[in-house]
């Protein structure tokens, strides 16, 4: 794993996380990164595809299937994890933030950051031949992506959003946070938008085992300030765009225990620990296991299910390579 080095890479994950935070419909989420909870929501990147799919009258189902050795429902997105495109030009100094990667028809997201000047944030969801068609944007409100026709509008006060379709598989959100001149730097990022089809979302863990009636539902690699962090998902079977029931997460912060007091527990052989569901600053924590594992991160497992079985799903999560590599890089 690539960890982080140097004190400059720190500050730009905690400007980064701050910046958004301020923007996001819900900023204690994205501040709870910097408290270093053990867990990382998807708010963001779903309130903004959903603000896409309204603003353009296209019906695209959010499904939340990730990370699975089951075969993708489309063969458009036989691999999923690879992320489809990229923007071959940002303006100085933005990084790369995070990635979450989703099957087919759901969405996949990619976010860059300057640090507290800005975010820019990619979505990209498979067009679903079930559903459309467009509805043709007014005219103050249309762009032209190369000879398609697109929208732009404000979104949650400050933050400007463009969308439009590069092609006939994928509808592209383009989210821009605190950024001078948004449309016409939008429009830029937009027309230089290119295919990707070589950058991956490759974390570092893998559910061994998931009790019957729930499978994997999402994959989400980002940086904290203690380095790389991998968390996945899980939902009840035939449900991907339910609320996580389990999600298990690898990262450098011990887990914030809150008001509970934590219950001495062996988790894969060693001491970890059990907290019970509490109400905490965020609401309704569900119940947890937690284990320190090689190299000093924390494995952690919680959910909407008891302890014996969270600490069998902690016992099965395989820890493999993964890669950061990409981290705190533009689009290459």
């Given at each position: ?183 016409d730097v939008g429009q830029r990022i937009a027309d230089e938008m290119v295919r990707d089809g070589r950058a991956r979302v490759s974390g570092e863990l893998r559910f061994g085992g998931l009790p019957a009636g729930l499978e994997l539902s999402g994959v ?113």
């Amino acid at each position: 794993m690539t960890r982080l080095s140097d004190e400059h890479t720190e500050d730009l994950i905690r400007e980064s996380l701050e910046h958004l935070a301020t923007r996001a419909p819900d900023g204690a989420e994205i501040r709870d990164t910097l408290a270093q909870r053990p867990r990382s929501r998807p708010t963001m990147a779903l309130a903004l595809v959903a603000a896409a799919v309204a603003i353009i009258a296209l019906g695209v189902p959010l499904g939340l299937r990730a990370y699975t050795a089951v075969p993708p429902a489309s063969p458009r997105n036989a691999d999923w994890a690879v992320l489809p495109y990229k923007p071959g030009w940002l303006p100085d100094g933005f990084k790369e933030l995070n990635r979450r990667a989703k099957a087919y028809p759901a969405p996949q997201t990619r976010t860059w950051s300057s640090g507290a000047t800005g975010q820019i944030q990619l979505t990209t969801t498979p067009l679903d031949d079930r559903r459309g068609p467009w509805t043709i944007a007014p005219a103050p409100n249309q762009i032209i992506v190369h000879g398609r026709v697109g929208m732009v509008a404000e979104v949650y006060g400050d933050a400007t959003m463009l969308t439009w379709t590069p092609d006939d598989t994928y509808l592209l959100s383009l989210t821009l946070f605190g950024i001078k001149d948004p449309r016409d730097v939008g429009q830029r990022i937009a027309d230089e938008m290119v295919r990707d089809g070589r950058a991956r979302v490759s974390g570092e863990l893998r559910f061994g085992g998931l009790p019957a009636g729930l499978e994997l539902s999402g994959v989400h690699t980002y940086m904290t300030a203690g380095g790389g962090a991998t968390e996945l998902e899980a939902t009840l079977a035939g449900q991907p765009t339910a609320a996580p029931v389990v999600t298990a997460s690898l990262r450098a912060e011990r887990p914030d225990s809150g008001d509970a007091v934590p219950v001495p527990l062996k988790v894969r052989g060693a001491d970890g620990f059990y907290l019970p569901k509490q109400t905490g600053r965020l609401g309704v924590e569900d119940e947890t296991v937690a284990v320190q594992v090689e190299g000093g991160r924390w494995l952690t497992v919680s959910g909407k299910r008891d302890q014996a079985t969270l600490l069998g799903i902690a016992n099965g999560v395989q820890l493999i390579p993964g890669d950061y590599s990409w981290f705190g890089k533009p689009p290459e």
